[in-house]
Structures are given as structure tokens and as C-alpha cells.
């Protein structure tokens, strides 16, 4: 097997950015990704466990960056966009204490399942991380704005379908927290 990294994904999950972040080496990550591979599940909103996976790992080389909206000051609003061809959209960001990182979790596309919704491979690799979680809460649901990209069939998302509850309980527990601004 085949993993690396996504370009859209190494270029979000650095110190700084904002996102999530593994500390340790891109060997150290894939490692815990192999030894953990056989109890990998089916991403979010996904068919198979053969185009998207969820892969649990030890968290303890992973950096959060969500605040508790009751902890979080200084707000700033800002627009941004992910990626070239993608819709703005307003990023909220704080300062205040960091929730320590309980879960980690690590997305991965086959490579196939890439190339929908106008996509494509960042290398020859069977699997590409696409996204880092680092969780401050082992309940915590893709964000809302993930969701209605994948749902709506908008360029970045890959097409998904959710239920108004998944959604209910996306917007609620995102509404609770702000991301870093460091």
C-alpha cells in the first residue's frame, strides 16, 4: 500500500494554518496509519471503506486548534477561499486556550474516488491523506460547511448525501467552537 499526501491537504495541515497538525515525521504518520489500517471505517457520507476511510490513531503527536466558544476571544472574520475555483467563505478564528487533542484521525481517498467532481491525484499513490483531525471530542462531526460542499456537488467536495440530523449536529457542535489563530 501505497499513502501520501494529498497537495490540498499538506498544504493545510501545518503550524500556523490554522488546522490540525502531526508533529512527528511523514514516516512516523504513515507507520500509524499501516498499524491501524485493519480497523480503518467508512468515511463520512461515503459507500465503501474501498474509496474513503477513517483510520483511528494514537494522538499524542497531533496539534489542535479548536477553542470553546466560551473560552475564545478576539474574533476576527475573515474571507477565504480553500483553493483556486472553490466558493469564499467567511473563516472566524480566536485567540484563547487550545482544547487538548483526545482522538486523532486520519482521512484518506482512494485514488479513484480523487478523480470525482472534477478532482485529481497529487502523486502515484493508492491512498492520499486528505484531512487531519485532531479531536478535542470523540463525537466530533465533519463541519457543516465540509458537508454542504459534498452535499451541493461544489467544487472541493466530493458528492454525498447526509441527513438533516448529521447536519443538525454538525452545525450545532461547530457552533460551539472557533479555530486558533495561531
Given at each position: 500500500?501505497?499513502?501520501g499526501?494529498?497537495?490540498?491537504?499538506r498544504?493545510?495541515?501545518?503550524?500556523?494554518?490554522?488546522h490540525s497538525?502531526?508533529?512527528?515525521?511523514?514516516?512516523?504518520?504513515?507507520?500509524?496509519?499501516e498499524?491501524n489500517?485493519?480497523?480503518?471505517?467508512?468515511?463520512?457520507?461515503?459507500?465503501?471503506?474501498d474509496?474513503?476511510?477513517?483510520?483511528?490513531v494514537?494522538?499524542?503527536?497531533?496539534?489542535?486548534?479548536?477553542?470553546?466558544?466560551?473560552?475564545?476571544?478576539?474574533?476576527?472574520?475573515?474571507?477565504?477561499?480553500?483553493?483556486?475555483?472553490e466558493?469564499?467563505?467567511v473563516?472566524v478564528?480566536?485567540?484563547g486556550?487550545v482544547?487538548?487533542?483526545?482522538?486523532?484521525?486520519?482521512?484518506?481517498?482512494?485514488?479513484?474516488e480523487?478523480?470525482?467532481?472534477?478532482?485529481?491525484?497529487?502523486?502515484?499513490?493508492d491512498?492520499?491523506?486528505?484531512?487531519?483531525?485532531?479531536?478535542?471530542d470523540?463525537?466530533?462531526p465533519?463541519p457543516?460547511?465540509?458537508?454542504?460542499r459534498?452535499?451541493l456537488?461544489?467544487?472541493?467536495?466530493?458528492?454525498r448525501g447526509?441527513?438533516?440530523?448529521?447536519?443538525a449536529?454538525?452545525?450545532y457542535?461547530?457552533?460551539?467552537?472557533?479555530?486558533?489563530k495561531?
Open positions: 500500500m501505497n499513502i499526501w494529498s497537495d490540498f491537504a498544504k493545510r495541515h501545518l503550524p500556523g494554518t490554522g497538525w502531526f508533529k512527528g515525521s511523514n514516516e512516523e504518520l504513515f507507520s500509524l496509519i498499524e489500517w485493519d480497523k480503518r471505517v467508512v468515511g463520512d457520507g461515503a459507500n465503501s471503506v474509496d474513503v476511510c477513517i483510520v483511528d494514537d494522538p499524542k503527536l497531533f496539534v489542535g486548534t479548536k477553542i470553546l466558544l466560551k473560552n475564545a476571544a478576539d474574533l476576527k472574520a475573515q474571507v477565504e477561499v480553500r483553493q483556486a475555483g466558493d469564499p467563505f473563516k478564528t480566536a485567540s486556550p482544547e487538548k487533542v483526545i482522538g486523532a484521525r486520519v482521512v484518506l481517498y482512494a485514488a479513484h480523487l478523480l470525482k467532481n472534477g478532482g485529481k491525484r497529487s502523486g502515484d499513490y491512498w492520499e491523506i486528505v484531512c487531519l483531525l485532531a479531536q478535542d470523540k463525537t466530533e465533519m457543516p460547511l465540509t458537508m454542504a459534498n452535499f456537488n461544489k467544487p472541493g467536495g466530493t458528492p447526509y441527513s438533516a440530523q448529521e447536519f449536529e454538525s452545525i457542535y461547530w457552533s460551539q467552537r472557533v479555530k486558533s495561531v
